[in-house]
């Protein structure tokens, strides 16, 4: 084992210059595997944001609606209804809308504006400042992101601007909290009541917000959160035309998320794979370049074992310090990135990456070693 | 003194289209420790394939090959390899040595194999360097010395294990005469004073003069083999001994 790692190490050393500059390339490849995989965790975040971290086990949809919030339409009456069934802890009705807040001389800035009922599922917890209060209030809280980008801050006031038949039409909020990122369509979200929402979202006709107004979708909190399940059955079989889920199935459904989780998941596999191929296209290179002297190292004795274990270690050696300086620069640009930009380096899948990108290493790897290991030391006599 | 080597009736056959070819054909001498011998013939005599025979690259067809009592056919090759490193030195004709290691490194990695890398070792191969004139060159890296220099490493190498058997395919191939000669008188005396037994394949009958016998091979068998200080001399340089017929010696006029 010693001389394994003697032997390449040395080679190593002797030839930094070259393994440095294939390290740079396994660097490269790691830089862009963290990247691809941190666009996908923002993008999958920005479109999930706001679903995955609902205060709520179940949400329901109009069951028309094929899970898809902008066609799901629930009334009051329905609302009641699932209030009533057993099981059934609290619940909050959620409506969602495109709307905009003017920037002054820059492009509008494009939100998602989500009206909930203030105190019920769907009111995100504050960081900063005080919860919606009444049903109906020219209030709102922002999400960290709006906070960030509009400067604005608790006492401060918001201009929305939304489409009322042709005509914009512009409504002031006081910002009276801020909470968390909720990012909900890839846009950060403004919360406001749920009266006040259905006056302020898009419409034909522009008109005051009904006292009861339909939302998209009802999130409900259940009495036992782990009876998912049998709780959603329930509901599907006491309420008419609605169709329950649980959060997951919820932000996987939202328009584009999995087409475009699958996008990102097959260019990091490709990425993956040009690794595989670059790094086993490297070493098989220099293993066919050393033939003679695998076949004069056999000759002398050197074990088989030797010989792959110094390959084995050489592999290793430079795929960790091209994934330590890949990692090390992904960190270093990704400080640069305004947060407005949808990449997030979420450290569990970037641990994956890291690991997928050392196992590639020795993947690409095992031609080259089962090649040489083939060598025969009959050609150091050229007898091979 | 003491029987080294012996090669038994060694067969060794390809099978070539249909037929067979007889690489080496009942080849059979007995060497003794201190002798240095060169083996010789035209291309395709089979020099080369009795050599890897010899060192246990290759399995001969039929027959056995002894080397300080241990016969080779008789090993795994796993076996055969831990033999050959602690028992056979080798010096090739090229890509003698490790690329990326020093004179001294490439000596020492004979130690290492066989896992006497320690103080006394590491001594040795210093000694054995600056014995050879290497004393300068010790740090320097195969591609910063000249081709002599290489091959007075690789007998280093060869030697440093204290081997019974050293040998050395073409060591001079790629070597203007000067060095030729050095390398080989080197090769030889050491082979003589720490009492090896020492196989030397060559093209080049003046280097003969350095050797104890020269055993002559055509087509795969030993033609003859010359111990008598008056041939090898003609053998070295026929113009000395033009009265003896060439034919006697086996070369081709």
Redesign the interface.
Same mark, same amino acid.
């Given at each position: 084992m010693?001389?394994a790692i003697?032997?390449a190490l !040395?080679?190593i050393?002797?030839?930094r210059g070259r393994f440095l500059l294939f390290s740079l390339v396994v660097a490269l490849i790691t830089v862009l595997v963290l990247f691809v995989a941190a666009l996908g965790e923002g993008l999958g975040s920005g479109n999930r944001e706001y679903l995955e971290k609902l205060n709520a086990e179940l949400i329901a949809y109009e069951d028309t609606a094929r899970l898809s919030i902008a066609s799901s339409r629930i009334g009051c009456e329905k609302r009641r209804e699932i209030r009533r069934i057993e099981g059934v802890r609290e619940v909050g009705s959620i409506g969602f809308a495109s709307v905009s807040i003017p920037m002054g001389e820059d492009e509008p800035f494009d939100i998602s504006l989500i009206g909930v009922e203030p105190g019920k599922p769907g009111e995100p917890p504050v960081v900063t400042g005080q919860g919606l209060a009444r049903r109906s209030a020219d209030e709102a809280l922002i999400d960290r992101t709006v906070a960030l980008m509009t400067k604005l801050q608790v006492g401060d006031w918001l201009t929305l601007r939304s489409v009322q038949g042709n005509e914009d039409q512009f409504y002031d909020l006081e910002v009276i909290g801020i909470s968390d990122s909720r990012k909900y369509g890839l846009r950060p979200s403004v919360f406001v009541p749920i009266v006040t929402w259905d006056e302020i979202r898009p419409k034909a006709v522009k008109g005051p917000g009904e006292e009861d107004p339909a939302c998209n979708v009802v999130a409900m909190q259940l009495e036992n959160p782990t009876q998912l399940d049998p709780m959603r059955q329930l509901l599907q079989a006491r309420v008419s035309d609605i169709e329950a889920v649980d959060r997951k199935t919820a932000y996987e459904n939202t328009p584009g998320y999995s087409a475009q989780q699958s996008t990102l998941n097959t260019q990091n596999a490709f990425a993956l794979l040009i690794g595989v191929l670059v790094i086993g296209g490297f070493f098989q290179i220099q293993t066919l370049q050393k033939v *003679?002297?695998i076949?004069? @190292? !056999?000759? +002398? %004795?050197? *074990?088989n074992t +030797?010989v792959a274990m110094a390959v084995l270690i050489q592999i290793v050696a430079v795929t960790l310090l091209g994934v330590a300086i890949g990692s090390l620069v992904t960190l270093g640009l990704a400080s640069a990135f305004p947060p407005t930009i949808p990449i997030v380096f979420e450290p569990q899948s970037g641990a994956m990456a890291v690991a997928t990108i050392l196992l590639m290493g020795p993947v690409g790897g095992l031609v080259s070693i089962r090649y040489s290991l083939r060598v025969e030391? @009959?050609t150091? @006599? %050229? @007898?091979g | 003194m003491a029987l080294a080597l012996e090669a038994r009736s060694v067969v060794k056959t390809y099978p070539v289209g249909g037929g067979v070819v007889q690489a080496v054909d009942e080849v059979s001498f007995s060497l003794q420790r201190g002798e240095f011998v060169a083996l010789v013939g035209p291309s395709g005599s089979g020099k080369t394939t009795l050599l890897a025979i010899l060192a246990g690259l290759l399995s001969p067809t039929s027959g056995n090959i002894i080397i300080a009592g241990h016969d080779l056919a008789a090993m795994k090759e796993a076996e055969r390899a831990r033999f050959r490193r602690r028992n056979i030195g080798f010096t090739f004709q090229a890509n003698n040595l490790v690329s990326y290691l020093t004179a001294l490194e490439n000596v020492e990695l004979m130690l290492r194999l066989n896992g006497e890398f320690n103080a006394a070792g590491r001594r040795r191969a210093r000694e054995l360097l600056v014995r050879l004139g290497m004393e300068e060159r010790l740090n320097s890296l195969p591609r910063q010395l000249s081709g002599g220099q290489q091959q007075r490493v690789s007998i280093a190498r060869s030697l440093i294990n204290q081997p019974t058997l050293v040998l050395a395919d073409e060591p001079t191939a790629s070597l203007d005469t000067e060095r030729a000669f050095q390398v080989v008188e080197t090769l030889a005396s050491l082979v003589h004073e720490q009492n090896r037994v020492g196989i030397m394949v060559t093209h080049d009958l003046r280097l003969v003069e350095y050797t104890d016998r020269v055993i002559q091979l055509l087509d795969g068998r030993v033609e003859r083999i010359i111990s008598s200080e008056e041939d090898l001399a003609c053998l070295a340089d026929p113009a000395e001994c033009a009265m003896i017929p060439m034919d006697v010696l086996g070369i081709e006029e």
């Open positions: 010693f001389t003697h032997l !040395k080679e050393w002797r030839n *003679p002297q076949g004069m @190292l !056999k000759a +002398i %004795g050197t *074990p +030797i030391p @009959l150091a @006599l %050229g @007898l | -």
